[in-house]
């Protein structure tokens, strides 16, 4: 079968596709305003005149949805007196000294939040039943206020939901995307439950609209069209349309499988992901598994949906330098994009990371996505130094133009070696103990010097690396999670088997939905795990469910907060479920290692470029023509389509069987 993976990203959508076996990369630049285009453009290079065909897509249509808020207009129905729920949301301050704090806008306005006489009791028991006086009511408020989305949100729901599916048989005359939360997230914490549901209808309109322009497509509608997750997994697109809140972080979720994948393959399974693209860059932590969570937050908004641990920060190849009123270097993170993209692209603009790395000498112009693109670094030099005359005048010391663009490099530097800090050391990870898998079109510029920084062992660069979430999202399989808050306490008589009984029907179901979308029993691959915590606490650690489940909590406790007390008793909070639908496994191809001498037509030049303000003589290698077991000392630039490579004077890389580039720092006995 033809399989082709979709990568949308800021800059270029990426195409991996696989046929026979053999696989092949290309880019085309992405259309930001109608993002469906450039992916039409690169499929037409492909399934033109072909059926049968697998299209697996990572899409940013509901994250910049959210970013830039332009969802759709969206009635919240709640319980009477919990209308404000979205504005009051939780204690905690992000912002704790900050003496201009403010609470971000909620995604509905006030005049959009409606509450109704209707309550549910803790244990799934009626207090006040929902009153047809209050439906009338609500069909009348519907049609005055004319909502492009619903959402409803009752407390408990997610045991008794009779009162949120009568509201939604109400509401059908009005012809919009009616969202219940119980179906969306059944589990307690009201904010939490409310904010995903909310968000889920409020992307509903600009999702749908976007894969209905790409599934009615006639490229597209004699194969079959699957969308990323943020768990990992990617679901068939049907005529019910998919949760756009579970594509949230759909592009970056295919990078860490795809990097995780290859590099288990190649015998590393505690690694940290690096996927620096042109916008943002992704860091993840991956300890012989890859890790989830239920507490991202993105724009200030909660989604409590079982995602990749996932962390996101502004500084990407596209990232705008400027010079603020303090006089300070800045760096992101706003972006140059695809239009008008970096100085160097030609088309006017900012200058940009990318711009500052051309100037610096790491990057040949001749080169750029294997010279498809041409680039312009004589636009570069004016463009510096009015940024070094300005922070001249600011600072009242000479700046040149080589200082601004190394002092570019170093805020993004700076920038992603706080995430990969915040994802590792703050959580318990000692970074020395794990390999950092560097991807992206920007990511191999900037890898040794992070690894330097946070003393890490080595870099592996993969084949590709520019095109590894677009390969990530191909090597995905079809993902359903499901979940459901029971809260048991751990000295209940019979606990196991209570649990292994309210499992069974959550099971079922996961097993049920696979199966109608053709897998068979012996493909489907099925994890139960429990949501767990102390007695008083407030906040849960996942484990997977197994007879030593309390012992799996107790050291994931004391390895995340550096304390437990096995004396205590537990609460079992909710149940987790997630089956897969296994499709056929992408080859990992891995080759013969061969001489250590790189051969004579590798290295295609010689030239001089910048390291701390100096030029240093750098040698430039094709990386398509280093071989398996091909060895070389820095600095080196290292060039392939879609990503250049940067190797520092400290470090020492070779080519892996798996043709991955292994970069190590050069220890003193080496020097």
């Not at 006489?117 to 049609?143: I, N, P, Q, Y």
């Not at 239920?294 to 990232?319: F, K, R, Y």
């Not at 300070?328 to 972006?335: D, E, F, I, K, Y």
Request: glycine content about 8%; hydrophobic content about 35%.
């Amino acid at each position: 079968m033809l399989r082709i993976g979709v990568d949308t990203g800021g800059t270029f959508t990426d195409f991996v596709v696989l046929e026979d076996s053999e696989i092949r990369v290309f880019k085309v630049p992405s259309t930001p305003d109608h993002p469906e285009e450039a992916v039409l453009e690169g499929l037409a290079q492909i399934v033109e005149n072909r059926d049968g065909f697998l299209i697996q897509h990572g899409s940013t249509v509901a994250t910049n949805a959210l970013l830039e808020r332009k969802g759709a207009k969206t009635l919240l129905i709640t319980n009477e007196g919990f209308e404000d729920i979205l504005e009051i949301g939780r204690q905690d301050r992000p912002q704790l000294y900050s003496l201009s704090s403010s609470r971000p806008t909620p995604l509905v306005p006030a005049d959009f939040r409606l509450g109704v006489k209707e309550r549910t009791l803790r244990d799934g028991r009626s207090l006040m039943a929902l009153e047809e006086r209050s439906l009338d009511w609500l069909r009348r408020k519907v049609r005055q206020l004319a909502p492009e989305a619903i959402a409803v949100v009752l407390l408990y729901s997610y045991l008794n939901p009779k009162s949120e599916k009568q509201i939604a048989e109400a509401l059908e005359f009005a012809q919009v995307p009616v969202v219940l939360s119980h179906q969306v997230l059944p589990e307690f914490r009201e904010y939490e439950r409310t904010s995903a549901t909310v968000i889920n209808a409020y992307l509903t309109t600009p999702m749908s609209r976007y894969l209905s322009r790409l599934s009615s497509h006639s490229l597209i509608r004699k194969g079959k069209l699957t969308i990323m997750q943020s768990n990992g997994g990617s679901i068939p697109v049907t005529s019910e349309g998919v949760e756009p809140l579970r594509t949230l972080l759909s592009g970056p979720a295919g990078g860490v499988v795809g990097a995780f994948e290859l590099l288990k393959e190649a015998g590393y399974t505690k690694i940290i992901t690096f996927d620096m693209g042109g916008t943002s860059t992704d860091v993840c932590l991956c300890e012989n598994q890859i890790l989830t969570t239920n507490e991202t937050t993105l724009d200030h908004q909660p989604i409590p949906l079982q995602m990749i641990g996932i962390h996101t920060v502004g500084a990407g190849g596209g990232s705008m330098a400027r010079i603020d009123s303090g006089g300070l270097l800045r760096v992101g993170p706003q972006s140059a994009g695809a239009d008008p993209g970096p100085l160097c692209y030609g088309k006017g603009g900012e200058i940009t990371v990318t711009d500052a790395h051309l100037f610096l000498g790491r990057m040949d112009p001749e080169y750029f996505l294997g010279g498809d693109l041409r680039l312009y670094p004589e636009r570069i030099r004016a463009a510096l130094e009015e940024l070094a005359e300005k922070l001249t005048q600011k600072t009242h010391k000479t700046w040149e133009a080589v200082d601004i663009a190394e002092g570019i490099v170093g805020i993004v530097n700076t920038q992603m070696e706080r995430a990969i800090h915040l994802i590792s050391l703050q959580k318990g990870y000692d970074t020395r103990d794990f390999t950092l898998v560097s991807f992206g079109g920007a990511g191999g510029l900037h890898a040794c010097e992070l690894a330097r920084a946070l003393l890490m062992p080595r870099v592996v660069v993969p084949p590709n690396p520019g095109m590894l979430s677009a390969m990530g999202i191909l090597r995905s399989n079809v993902v359903k999670d499901t979940s459901l808050t029971v809260m048991l306490h751990s000295q209940e008589p019979d606990l196991f088997i209570r649990l292994k009984q309210e499992f069974q029907p959550l099971e079922e179901r996961i097993r049920r939905q696979l199966s109608q979308q053709g897998f068979n029993q012996e493909d489907l691959m099925v994890e139960q795990t429990l949501d767990v915590r102390y007695v008083g606490q407030s906040y849960e650690l996942n484990v997977p469910f197994s007879d030593d489940f309390g012992e799996r909590f107790h050291k994931l406790h004391q390895q995340s907060y550096g304390y437990s007390n096995p004396r205590l008793p537990m609460e079992i909070v909710n149940l987790r479920v997630r089956g897969s639908g296994r499709f056929p496994r992408v080859p990992i191809p891995r080759f013969p290692l061969e001489s250590e001498e790189p051969p004579q037509d590798a290295m295609i030049q010689e030239r001089q470029v910048f390291v701390d303000g100096s030029p240093v003589s750098t040698a430039f290698y094709l990386r398509e023509r280093l071989l398996p077991g091909n060895r070389l000392r820095g600095p080196a630039i290292i060039l392939e389509y879609g990503s250049t490579t940067f190797v520092p004077g400290d470090f020492r890389v070779h080519v892996d069987e798996w043709r991955n580039l292994v970069m190590e720092p050069v220890g003193e006995a080496d020097s």
